[in-house]
């Protein structure tokens, strides 16, 4: 038998990642130094980052759209850093690995400089967590994390490499083949089929019941369940709700298509997800987010539950029907079962009605040609300039209220990439999923607010060639917190919008300091051009929109409040 060739761990993990068909990763320099120069020979690209933060985003966006882990790497003193930029991507259910540099033994316990204990910094936002020792332990380990990562439900993985920049494990010897996955799979990892008999409860609640409405949540979008869930939802006369980060599912479009529920919504949802008498959840969990603190639907409600996470069954809401697997597979089996039975058309006819009198509603505010301009008539241009698979990454709070309501998404090659709730997500997220999707184009939608978070990620779009666009919805505050601080501060001088109010900045100024492409935008007339200009450059460009900070974004439509 011939003798496995050894190779140092440096080369072990380049040529590992590699393999996978990983063509970025995202990093700060100090660690890794050997794998990366590896990298070079093997053509992945590395990106490097102004903070750890950002490289994760990075790394998250890319997971996302790749639909397989993005990965990213800090030394030592930035791994909390690090660590702080995976609570987004945890809460996002994205496969991020995250590998980190860590002092040798010799050094712990005896005040080592620039280094905390790690384990506590990823225990919160990684689903597994582990030092790796020796490089011997290195593929075992690092196949794990992958797994773990992909493994329902998606989430960061993390391994802590001994030495300050993880020199210990590049420098040891390997013999394993270079391999992480033989399979390369992508998510979701596996497909199972729920079992039979909670199929068929399942259906029998569902055509006995004859208000039923549809909530499709992320794990349905990770599971490409859209044409199941729509052909379902044609079968039962049930309007579909989307949880904000599936929007891009189903056709915003489409005749049953009821938008957002929750608290980042329009009313529509709220109210027809309310007034059903039965509720089928697919791939979405039940948080507070999406049942606007579980008042939407009543808790009493009854519920189908499709999940390929059994611990999400019935969180929540006591009276649900379990069926645990993968939501595209399940709900075509569901699909199945069910076939064609008779139904009455009366609840999808009444929801189409209330989305089509909200839509009335919004028609003047799309259509105002006056400055400053109208954020409904910004949304309604980038629904008109997203090609038809193009990207669109949204910020948290407003920016994530505005496109999950006010952009239409045609549900068949365009993707919605939101924040899971960190400001500043969405531009290095953006950053990322570009990378992984070089020949599509990408739309970052961010306010002021959450752009000022990694601005300095403009000098690594142009440097490194990453041509997303920037659309800033600039009103010179955290307009979301508007409301809030003028309700706590009630009459006092200023109505504590110092609190809130920043700038005028004009970030086109900013973005040609860093050699970026900048457009301003300041009458409505101007949007489609700039937005044409910016999509076709092939280069980053950030398209600076200047508006008011009073206009409100939709508000939920809540029990308590009826309209
Ligand atoms: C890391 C983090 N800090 C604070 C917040 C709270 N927050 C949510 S939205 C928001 C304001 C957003 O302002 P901007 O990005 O300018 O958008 P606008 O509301 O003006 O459209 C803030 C501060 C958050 N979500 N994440």
């Known amino acids: 038998m011939s003798e496995q060739r050894t190779i140092n761990g440096a080369q072990w993990l380049a040529r590992a990642l590699a393999g996978t068909g990983m063509t970025h990763v995202f990093f700060v320099e100090s660690c890794m130094r050997r794998t990366l120069m590896e990298f070079e020979d093997l053509g992945v690209a590395r990106i490097l980052a102004h903070s750890e933060k950002a490289a994760a985003y990075m790394a998250d966006g890319y997971a996302r759209i790749a639909g397989k882990p993005g990965v990213c790497m800090a030394q030592s003193v930035g791994a909390a850093n690090l660590a702080s930029g995976l609570q987004d991507p945890y809460l996002g259910r994205s496969p991020v690995v995250a590998l980190t540099g860590r002092k040798e033994p010799s050094f712990q316990h005896r005040n080592s400089y620039q280094e905390i204990a790690h384990a506590p910094l990823f225990a919160a936002v990684t689903k597994f967590s582990a030092p790796v020792d020796s490089t011997t332990e290195l593929p075992r ?16 993985t993390h391994l802590d490499f001994c030495g300050l920049q993880g020199d210990v494990i590049e420098l040891g010897e390997t013999s394993e083949p270079t391999v992480i996955d033989p399979e390369a799979r992508q998510i979701p990892a596996h497909r199972p089929v729920a079992d039979e008999n909670d199929i068929e409860r399942a259906a029998a609640a569902l055509t006995a019941a004859r208000r039923v409405a549809i909530v499709a949540g992320d794990g349905a979008l990770a599971s490409q369940a859209g044409p199941e869930v729509l052909a379902l939802a044609e079968a039962l006369a049930a309007p579909i ?49 999406v049942t ?116 239409d998404f045609n549900g068949a090659g365009q993707t ?46 142009r440097r490194c060639g990453i041509a997303a ?95």
């Open 416 to 461: 919605y990439l939101r924040a899971a709730g960190s400001l500043g997500w969405s531009f290095p997220a953006s950053l990322g999923a570009k990378c992984a999707a070089p020949n599509r184009a990408v739309l970052c939608f961010t306010g002021d607010g959450g752009f000022y978070y990694h601005l300095a990620e403009l000098e690594s779009a």
């Open 141 to 156: 380990l690092l196949r794990h994390a992958w797994r773990a990562a992909l493994a329902d439900t998606p989430r960061p």
């Open 292 to 407: 606007l603190n579980w008042t939407i639907p009543p808790l009493a409600t009854k519920i189908v539950q499709i999940d390929a996470d059994p611990l999400e069954i019935g969180r929540s809401y006591p009276n649900t029907i379990g069926v645990v697997g993968d939501p595209k597979a399940s709900v075509a089996r569901l699909a199945q079962v069910i076939g064609r039975p008779t139904r009455d058309r009366g609840f999808a006819e009444e929801a189409a009605r209330i989305v089509a009198d909200w839509r009335a509603t919004m028609a003047p505010l799309i259509n105002d040609d006056r400055s400053p301009i109208r954020v409904e008539r910004l949304c309604a241009e980038i629904t008109k300039a997203l090609p038809a698979d193009g990207i669109l990454v949204a910020d948290t709070g407003y920016s994530g209220i505005w496109t999950g309501t006010m952009i």
């Open 241 to 289: 709700a989307t949880t904000l980060g599936a929007r891009a599912l189903i056709p915003s479009r489409h005749p049953l298509a009821a938008g957002v529920p929750g608290g980042y919504s329009a009313p529509p949802a709220n109210r027809i997800v309310h007034s059903a008498e039965l509720v089928l959840y697919v791939g979405c969990d039940t948080g507070d987010q």
């Open 469 to 563: 666009v920037v659309v800033v919805n600039n009103n010179s505050g955290f307009g979301q917190n508007l409301t809030g601080v003028r309700r706590i501060a009630g009459n006092r001088p200023g109505r504590g919008e110092a609190l809130v109010r920043f700038g005028p900045t004009d970030f086109t100024a900013v973005a040609k300091s860093f050699g970026v492409r900048g457009i301003r935008v300041e009458r409505p007339g101007e949007i489609a051009l700039a937005l044409a200009e910016a999509l076709g450059a092939g280069e980053p460009v950030v398209v600076d929109v200047v508006t008011d900070i009073e206009p409100r974004a939709p508000d939920p439509w809540s029990p308590g409040v009826r309209t």
